[in-house]
């Protein structure tokens, strides 16, 4: 039980375009998704918290016109990066929070390695 | 807020031997603990967690782990480690109250045949 999947598991896009991932909880239902950003041998920096049916809260530095967050549904939310430059190559990692049992434990995806070229 | 420091960011070690990965935190609030090992482009997978109860805590693949209050620290621990464990481990706190993570920058562990 509790696994989140991550589509695309890796995308390469040009300069200027829009990718857009996906991550679903399978088997509970998420009240709140979380993104990461990774960089290479670097620890996971929390982007944006995403609660079903609001909108998402950001964290300090992050551009919230940039990295589009939906939460449309209990398990699936979705992050768009628009206008992607070079410097938005990095691994992208979603989480989700199961909303019963108390929600100390959070389930993490696959990730989703971006490069722009 | 909480903050968590892994002091070592590579760790080599022998076959069968034991291994020790130090974390510590600090948080003005109780806590929830947990260790998570990371494989090359791959997401997180839950190693442990502390919650509450019994300091000592017992997860997968052999690994174990001590909340020690008093040293704001919660050590992973191995007593035989294997080349399958080659890895990135990363120690998190997540604030009582709080539903976000706070992650260390990570130890790599490798494995020596």
């Known amino acids: 039980g509790a696994v989140v999947s991550q589509h695309p598991s890796w995308v390469i896009c040009k300069s200027g375009t829009s990718v857009k991932i996906e991550c679903r909880s399978l088997?509970?239902?998420?009240?709140?998704m979380f993104w990461y950003r990774q960089f290479p041998k670097k620890s996971l920096m929390l982007m944006a918290t995403?609660?079903?049916?609001?909108?998402?809260?950001?964290e300090q530095g992050v551009e919230k016109d940039k990295f589009l967050i939906n939460h449309a549904s209990l398990t699936l939310s979705t992050l768009t990066v628009t206008s992607a430059h070079p410097e938005d190559s990095s691994f992208y990692i979603c989480?989700?929070?199961?909303?019963?049992?108390?929600?100390?434990?959070?389930?993490f995806g696959p990730g989703t390695r971006l490069t722009v070229l | 807020a909480q903050s968590v420091t892994q002091l070592d960011s590579q760790v080599p070690v022998f076959e069968e031997a034991p291994v020790e990965l130090r974390c510590n935190y600090s948080?003005?609030?109780?806590?929830?603990l947990f260790w998570y090992v990371q494989y090359p482009n791959q997401g997180l997978q839950l190693l442990l967690k502390?919650?509450?109860?019994?300091?000592l805590v017992k997860g997968i693949n052999g690994f174990e782990a001590e909340f020690n209050k008093s040293q704001t620290s919660f050590h992973l621990r191995k007593p035989s480690v294997h080349i399958s464990d080659t890895a990135e481990y990363f120690c998190?706190?997540?604030?009582?109250?709080?539903?976000?993570?706070?992650f260390g920058k990570g130890t790599k562990l490798s494995v020596i045949p």
């Open positions: 989480s989700a929070r199961e909303s019963s049992g108390g929600g100390n434990e959070q389930f």
């Open positions: 088997d509970f239902q998420a009240t709140t």
């Open positions: 995403s609660n079903e049916g609001s909108k998402a809260t950001y």
């Open positions: 948080s003005s609030v109780s806590v929830y």
């Open positions: 502390y919650l509450s109860g019994s300091t």
């Open positions: 998190a706190v997540k604030g009582a109250g709080s539903y976000q993570l706070t």
